[in-house]
């Protein structure tokens, strides 16, 4: 299963990456909004793993393309922010399926994505 991280961080992102890996899931990792559209052009992807802050680039410009070209895409977003712990989320970006801490645990977040990659 194809999975699109979009982190700054390169530590975290790649922490992801290994535990997604380790169940057989492809992965792609990129730290920008321009790099995340490039691949999600070039690459077939299934799910995103998005942080909401982007030290280069907006997440919901990812998002929102995301939404447009590949409706049935899910994105999980990631912050250590608690701004929008209120749900806001769901509302701002019509493919968000779930919203996740940063600091959530590599498991729980990859079996959170199992979750919703496999939901249509």
Not at 59 to 82: E, G, L, T
């Amino acid at each position: 299963m194809p999975v699109l991280i979009v982190e700054s961080n390169p530590e975290l992102g790649e922490l992801w990456k290994r535990h997604l890996e380790r169940l057989g899931m492809t992965v792609f990792r990129v730290e920008t909004d321009t790099a995340a559209i490039h691949t999600l052009r070039e690459r077939q992807v299934r799910i995103i793993v998005l942080n909401v802050v982007l030290k280069d680039g907006g997440a919901f410009a990812v998002a929102d393309y995301a939404n447009y070209r590949y409706p049935k895409m899910k994105v999980i977003f990631v912050s250590s922010s608690s701004f929008f712990t209120d749900g806001s989320i769901f509302t701002l970006a019509g493919n968000a399926c779930a919203y996740l801490p940063s600091s959530t645990p590599p498991d729980d977040l990859a079996a959170m994505v199992e979750y919703h990659a496999a939901r249509d």
